[in-house]
C-alpha cells in the first residue's frame, strides 16, 4: 500500500489507524487526489486488533474506518454484475479464516474463491477494459537458486507467483523487461491513473529507518520503492491500443 516498510522487519505492528498518512502516505492517498474511485473488497472481518488481518490499509488513521476499506466480497459480485466497480479494487482473502491457500487451509478453498472472483469480472460489463492482477505474498516454499536482485539497500525476496488476467494480456508466461515485486502493482497504478509516485511524496525514509524492536534493520533508508526505474511497472504484460 505504500511501497516501503519504513524500516519494519516483523509482523508485530498492527491495529486501526497505527500510521499516520501525513508523512507515510499510501496508495490510497494518491488515488484520492486525483479523484480515482477505488474500493477494498474483504472476504471478512478478521481480528485487526490483534494482527489476524491482510487488510493492512487500515492500519493508517485516514482509512482506518473508510467505509471504502471494508467493502464486503458479495458487493464485489453485485459491482461486478451491475458493472459499478470503482476505478480501482482490492480483493483481500482471509488467512485467519482459512480462506486462501496458506497452511492448515485447504487449497482448493482458495483456488476456488480465485476462480469465483477472477469469472464475476470475466462476466462484468467492465470485462473489456479490465485488468485482474492476482499477487501471492510468500514462494509456498519451494526453493529458489537465484539470487534476487539487489535494488535499494533491502534487495528483493524470493519470487512469488504472479498473474495478469485481462484480455489485454499477453498470452503465455511473459518474462517483464524489468525485475517485478509487489511495488510493481502500484507503479501500474500510477502510471496507468498519471499519478505521482509515492517515492515523490514520502521522504521520512529516504537516508535512514528506525531501529529496534521492530525495526531491525540496522538504519537502512526505505524509501518507497515505486521511484525506482529498475522495477517494473508490469505495463509490458500487456497489449494497449493506441489512442
Known sequence: MSGTSGGITTNGLWGYGIFDSGPWPIILDLLDQADVSWKIYYIGSD???????????VFWSKYAHDPRTTGSIDEYYEDCARGTLPNVSWII???SMQFDEHPPADV???????????????????????????TYDEHGGFFDHVPPPQVDAYGLGVRVPSWAISPHAKRGVVTSRRPADHVSTLKFIERLWGLPTLASRNHTFDTSTPTGGNYQTGGKPAPPRDGLESLSDLFDLFHFEHG
Do not use: C
Open 47 to 57: 481480528g485487526v486488533e490483534v494482527g489476524d488481518t491482510d487488510n493492512v490499509a
Open 108 to 134: 482448493g478453498i482458495g483456488m476456488g474463491f480465485q476462480r469465483q472472483t477472477i469469472e464475476a469480472l470475466q462476466g462484468s460489463p467492465h470485462w473489456g477494459k479490465s485488468a485482474f492482477l492476482l
Open 93 to 95: 482473502p482471509s488467512y
